[in-house]
């Protein structure tokens, strides 16, 4: 069944970086988009960024463009996102997503804590 699980979330300071990942499986990585939502406390989830399933097209949320990169390797079933010079706005519990056969596929999230 498919699986989805995300890692690498930590406590920060304002400016620092983290990298998460979300290793796959269950399903043919390589033919499928992937998504990275978050979800503060308190607020509604909202979509972070979106990679189509070669890489070759990404898209972000305004709020973090220019400072984080999704990412992902098509050999290791994984996908990425790196986040660079965090504020503490982006402390949230991050998901990764995927839409199968219909469905929608989260992870169990990873949480993220920028300190100011």
């Known amino acids: 069944q498919v699986q989805l699980v995300e890692s690498g979330g930590g406590l920060v300071q304002a400016g620092g970086s983290l990298r998460l990942s979300c290793a796959a499986s269950?399903?043919?990585?390589?033919?499928?988009?992937m998504y990275w939502y978050r979800q503060a406390a308190g607020k509604e989830r909202e979509l972070v960024a979106v990679?189509?399933?070669?890489?070759?097209?990404?898209n972000y949320a305004d709020s973090v463009k220019g400072r984080f990169t999704i990412s992902r390797d098509n050999a290791k079933n994984t996908v990425y996102l790196q986040m660079n010079s965090l504020e503490p706005e982006d402390t949230a519990v991050y998901y990764c997503?995927?839409?199968?056969?219909?469905?929608?596929?989260w992870g169990q999230g990873t949480q993220v804590t920028v300190s100011s």
């Open positions: 269950g399903f043919t990585f390589s033919r499928y988009g």
């Open positions: 990679i189509s399933n070669t890489g070759g097209s990404t």
């Open positions: 997503n995927l839409l199968f056969r219909g469905n929608n596929y």
